[in-house]
């Protein structure tokens, strides 16, 4: 039992070393996958890291499920790339897609059956409930005990077999199914001791209880250092002009251009970039006050994880995708008015046309109505009012 005084600070201590091996984990997978931008399995470490924080589901209250759900459609926004680079060329790739994404989906179902609003500790010791792949009383162990860690892996472009990667989808739940070697640690916190039920606690240690469903790296964020500041880089490796790490460069410009390139911009801030000629495509990501001008695009312009983007198409682009940004002004040139715009989980987003000399602005739809008219879902952007 832990002391009356403080208990709910011990309790979230210890809850934070419980998860600080899993948290560093995944910040070993995301440092990996930035370490590996110019693999051509880029995609496949994207998918993994944007989704492996689902891990730290333990550390949320209330909604596990949702998170979890969160971190999958992360996944499948890079995983949707690799079925189009592969589908028609390399069917391993089709199945690891299946494979991996299939871990989040069980891990879901799992939730919801066992867990739906969150880990319950006992008041009496750590009983955990029945795991959902435990053995029938009596009955052998359906998974072999989990070996010791080995050396961090080398990244060879290779994807796993369909063997290897069902054992190791079976043996991330047989971690995820410890019971009491997971909660053994845990100390109960008595009533006087849970700050809902006592205001006066809430004000003592100066304790921040949001949710840590936010959190990318729930559990142990905290404990790890900020990111390094990295060298700006404006370089041609390949087929891709690499542009990243850029602050307060306003003069940025790409030249000598050719159809089959592609530009990708990463974590620039402040800057404004001009693609001169025609190339394939652009991906801005992570990127915030960017001002961008560019010629001629074949294929598409897609801003992700962003905010406060300007795009000025000087000649023509087929389509634009903006995801999970928040705030982008597109001006169009007259001969780009058959550009088409997707959006997804974006908002203040304007699209400016040319007319009489100057252009005029049209915000891209955020809201919408849905209504069954009888025979299928009928959905149309609703006016703003006012």
């Excluded at 689902?54 to 759900?69: D, E, H, I, M």
């Excluded at 390949?238 to 592609?262: C, M, N, P, S």
Aim: neutral net charge; charged residues 20%; contains cysteine.
């Amino acid at each position: 039992m832990c002391k009356k005084s403080g208990g709910l600070i011990t309790f979230r201590r210890e809850l934070s070393d419980l998860l600080k091996p899993i948290s560093e984990k995944i910040q070993e997978i995301q440092n990996f996958r930035e370490c590996n931008r110019g693999s051509s399995q880029f995609n496949h470490l994207s998918a993994v890291s944007e989704s492996i924080p689902a891990l730290g589901w333990v550390a949320v209250s209330q909604k596990p499920v949702p998170y979890v759900k969160e971190m999958n459609d992360a996944a499948i926004f890079y995983t949707n790339r690799v079925l189009k680079d592969y589908k028609d060329s390399d069917k391993r790739h089709v199945e690891w897609v299946g494979s991996y994404l299939s871990i989040w989906t069980e891990l879901q179902a799992f939730i919801k059956q066992h867990h739906t609003t969150g880990l319950v500790w006992s008041k009496i010791g750590p009983i955990a409930p029945p795991s959902l792949f435990a053995p029938a009383p009596g009955g052998p162990s359906p998974l072999p005990p989990t070996p010791p860690p080995g050396p961090p892996p080398v990244f060879t472009g290779e994807l796993p077999q369909a063997d290897s990667t069902t054992a190791q989808h079976s043996a991330l739940f047989a971690q995820l199914n410890q019971g009491e070697a997971i909660t053994k640690a845990l100390k109960h916190v008595s009533k006087d001791q849970m700050t809902h039920k006592n205001p006066a606690l809430r004000s003592q240690g100066g304790e921040n209880h949001a949710s840590p469903s936010k959190s990318r790296n729930p559990g142990g964020s905290s404990n790890l250092e900020p990111p390094q500041k990295r060298p700006p880089l404006l370089e041609l490796e390949g087929k891709k002009w690499r542009v990243e790490y850029f602050d307060q460069a306003h003069d940025l410009v790409i030249k000598e251009t050719e159809l089959r390139q592609v530009a990708y911009v990463f974590c620039c801030s402040n800057s404004t970039l001009h693609i001169e000629g025609k190339i394939n495509s652009i991906i801005v990501d992570n990127c915030k006050k960017l001002g961008m001008v560019f010629d001629n695009i074949v294929g598409i312009v897609e801003i992700i994880n962003s905010k406060d983007i300007q795009l000025q198409v000087m000649g023509r682009v087929p389509t634009i995708s903006i995801n999970k940004t928040e705030g982008c002004q597109v001006y169009l040139s007259k001969d780009a008015l058959d550009c088409e715009i997707v959006s997804a989980k974006s908002s203040e987003m304007n699209i400016l046309v040319p007319q009489d000399d100057d252009y005029r602005e049209f915000p891209v739809p955020e809201q919408f109505k849905t209504v069954w008219d009888g025979s299928k879902l009928v959905t149309e952007p609703t006016e703003i009012a006012g």
